[in-house]
């Protein structure tokens, strides 16, 4: 059952905007990123509760980041892997509905979760209200208003300021970005300025408050800091730069479907950012928490071992580079 509102995604003919072979290519790549999705950001989520090293306020957005991309993968992953598999969406009105208010409601949390670790990592190196440590109750805190943040922003369409709809090639739901009506365009240009804009705000702002106090040590520290710095500094791109990835195409298609409501877009091309997007719950517990060695090698050396089946990698690179260095200064002259 198709919901109301599907003329975007059919042809004057009623036809379907994609092949049946379309359709099963996005079931295929829509598997690929929610499969690993999954395994991940579970993972992060069995081992933080099996090891209470791992339960630390500075863990705290981590799993946080990892309960709503799994609760993304489990919800729009999983379904679009499904809808795309059958070529329709089949879940009806209030399937649709559901399926929308539930996917934006992780992944802004998501979102804003990125923006608090960003927030988090400032405020413990650059220390810009002083020597105060960071504890559970600030932890929480962030996490419930990353939470209450998107569920504010989110609920509006249930009551009738805007409205969830199909998407793309019609197989999954989000906020109607194409409806002109003035009461729905209010909506989706508030939606954007309030989940997008802050978060992307408050993540370049932190990272650049942060990247400036670590130039700053590198004056007094010398070449141990500085290489201290390139590694936080390449960590920070890459982070800057999947975010950009992940969802500046779907916010920059949507403020363009809004500000040119008479624009006909191909539902393919529109279905490729809403995979972009959907792809941050594999690429953020790979860079935020696997990748991280500053911040989160305690998570690596237990969820590594646990995906492994008991193999432990670091340990063997850890006591590679040990013996180098033991080499290294026997040869060296005294």
Same mark, same amino acid.
């Given at each position: ?19 049946? $072979? ?11 990123? $929610? ?33 709503? #991309? ?5 919800? &729009?992953?999983?379904?679009? %892997? ?5 070529? @329709?969406?089949?879940? &009806? ?9 539930? %996917? ?29 440590? +960071? ?11 990353? *939470?209450?943040? @998107?569920? $504010? *922003?989110? !609920?509006?369409?249930? +009551? &009738? ?9 019609? $197989?999954?739901?989000?906020? #109607? ?42 004056? !007094?520290?010398?070449?141990? %800091? ?11 791109? !890459? ?7 992940? *969802? ?19 539902? !393919?091309? &529109? ?60 040869? @060296?002259?005294?």
């Amino acid at each position: 059952m198709i919901p109301t509102n599907s003329s975007y995604y059919y042809g004057p003919q009623g036809e379907a905007p994609l092949s049946r $072979t379309g359709y099963v290519f996005l079931a295929i790549v829509m598997a690929l990123f $929610t499969g690993p999705a999954i395994l991940l950001n579970s993972t992060v989520i069995i081992v933080t509760l099996m090891h209470k090293k791992l339960r630390q306020p500075l863990n705290y957005a981590l799993v946080n980041m990892a309960v709503a #991309d799994l609760g993304t993968a489990m919800t &729009g992953g999983v379904l679009s %892997v499904i809808n795309n598999a059958e070529g @329709s969406f089949s879940l &009806g009105r209030t399937g649709c509905v559901m399926e929308g208010f539930a %996917v934006s409601l992780f992944g802004i949390t998501s979102l804003c979760t990125v923006a608090l670790i960003a927030l988090e990592r400032m405020f413990v190196v650059c220390k810009p209200l002083g020597q105060i440590s +960071f504890q559970k109750k600030h932890a929480v805190g962030g996490i419930t208003l990353s *939470w209450f943040w @998107s569920l $504010t *922003w989110n !609920l509006p369409p249930l +009551f &009738g300021w805007g409205r969830y709809e199909l998407e793309g090639v019609g $197989t999954s739901c989000a906020p #109607d970005w194409h409806n002109t009506d003035p009461h729905n365009v209010s909506y989706i240009l508030a939606y954007f300025a309030v989940c997008f804009a802050v978060p992307f705000a408050i993540i370049v702002a932190s990272y650049a408050k942060l990247m400036w106090t670590l130039h700053q040590s590198q004056a !007094l520290g010398g070449g141990a %800091v500085a290489k201290g710095e390139m590694k936080v500094a390449s960590m920070v791109v !890459l982070m800057v730069l999947t975010f950009l990835i992940s *969802w500046m195409p779907y916010a920059s298609l949507a403020m363009f479907v809004v500000s040119n409501p008479d624009v006909k877009i191909n539902p !393919l091309v &529109g279905t490729v950012p809403v995979y972009l997007a959907k792809s941050s719950t594999v690429y953020n517990p790979i860079i935020y928490i696997y990748l991280n060695k500053q911040v989160a090698s305690p998570f690596r050396k237990y969820a590594v071992p646990f995906l492994l089946c008991g193999r432990e990698p670091w340990v063997d690179e850890e006591e590679s580079e040990a013996v180098t260095v033991v080499e290294a200064a026997r040869v @060296s002259p005294s």
